[in-house]
């Protein structure tokens, strides 16, 4: 099993431009969240899903875009790229979502000038 | 609320003990967690506690719950120089999310 797998790994944006980061997990878990991880804060929630179809809203979801066609994959959309949107990005994956034992990807570091 | 609180930063001499401290809000949390982060990678689960229980030990981990204090702590034992990176600490606060603190970033030194 590969896990939870991220891409890209870094991507530079200008500002107003969009772009998909990828996450796909092959463990079958029915839970997905998007985090964002900024220097010296705790992770931020974005968005999550409980299973393919079904998307919600996380503590930061202003300016980000989810959707969930399948169980394995959970793309996050950036519409207009602004400054504000740099950092690191942590898809992570969990079964039951109940026991929150979350399997993170590697992360993309999105940078937005 | 949904804070997290836990220092910055501990710098500790190989072969001793870490203790990493962590303090939470919500006192109907299930689950505790600390998580681990290697230089860059992502978050791995290094350990979890439930919230009836007081103390848990993994081989040279060692979790400690104070429900009246909302307190938790990991200690790490025989600390090597594999166990720099950051550590998170972790409450559940609801049925699938967590609320993470800003993480503590531990150095080992010779």
């Known amino acids: 099993n590969a896990g939870v797998t991220q891409t890209p790994k870094f991507r530079i944006l200008k500002i107003g431009q969009s772009m998909t980061l990828q996450c796909a997990q092959d463990?079958?878990?029915?839970?997905m969240y998007w985090y964002r991880q900024d220097p010296g804060m705790g992770l931020k929630l974005i968005y999550y899903s409980v299973g393919a179809g079904i998307t919600d809203k996380g503590e930061v979801p202003n300016g980000y875009n989810v959707s969930r066609s399948t169980t394995e994959d959970f793309p996050l959309r950036l519409e207009l790229a602004a400054p504000s949107q740099t950092s690191v990005y942590f898809c992570a994956s969990s079964l039951e979502g109940r026991d929150e034992k979350l399997f993170f990807g590697s992360g993309t570091q999105l940078s937005v000038l | 609320g949904e804070d997290v609180e836990q220092s910055l930063f501990l710098s500790v001499r190989e072969g001793d003990s870490s203790v990493i401290n962590c303090t939470y809000t919500d006192s109907s949390s299930t689950y505790l967690y600390w998580y681990k982060q290697e230089p860059g990678a992502g978050l791995q689960l290094l350990t979890y506690i439930f919230s009836n229980m007081d103390m848990k030990q993994d081989q040279r981990l060692t979790v400690l719950l104070n429900k009246k204090d909302k307190h938790l702590s990991l200690r790490i034992a025989d600390t090597q120089t594999g166990d720099s990176a950051i550590y998170f600490c972790?409450?559940?606060?609801?049925?699938?999310?967590?609320?993470f603190g800003a993480g503590t970033t531990v150095t080992v030194r010779a």
């Open positions: 463990m079958n878990h029915n839970y």
């Open positions: 972790a409450e559940s606060i609801g049925d699938y999310k967590l609320s």
